[in-house]
């Protein structure tokens, strides 16, 4: 059984840091793409970023871009996003998720989910 669980997420001032976690287990994580979704209240999911199996390659949203690091330890099999400079925008449940594609900016390319972390940024 495939399991993302999500942590890290908090209340914080604006301008402030996060680092969210997500503990992979029941795949090969190593062979999977990964990617953060956000989804803020009343509005869609939306892609942040995503990154390749080996981890050498990224890609991130523009609205995300400069501000979010994805990365990953396939020995760990973890998944990271390192969010700076936050804005009360970035308010949301972050989502990781897992794919046999890369680069996948698309939810239905998603197999597996996580449920959730949430994030809130205040002013």
């Known amino acids: 059984q495939v399991q993302l669980v999500e942590s890290g997420g908090g209340s914080v001032q604006a301008g402030g840091s996060l680092r969210l976690s997500c503990a992979a287990s029941?795949?090969?994580?190593?062979?999977?793409?990964m990617g953060w979704f956000r989804q803020a209240p009343g509005k869609e999911r939306e892609f942040a970023a995503a990154?390749?199996?080996?981890?050498?390659?990224?890609y991130y949203s523009d609205s995300v871009k400069g501000r979010f690091t994805i990365s990953r330890d396939n020995a760990k099999n973890t998944l990271y996003l390192q969010i700076d400079s936050l804005k009360p925008e970035d308010t949301a449940t972050y989502y990781c998720?897992?794919?046999?594609?890369?680069?996948?900016?698309?939810?239905?390319?998603?197999?597996?989910w996580g449920q959730g972390t949430q994030v809130t940024v205040s002013s």
């Open positions: 998720a897992g794919s046999r594609y890369y680069p996948a900016a698309q939810s239905r390319n998603y197999n597996y």
């Open positions: 029941g795949l090969t994580f190593r062979s999977y793409a």
């Open positions: 990154i390749s199996p080996s981890g050498g390659n990224t």
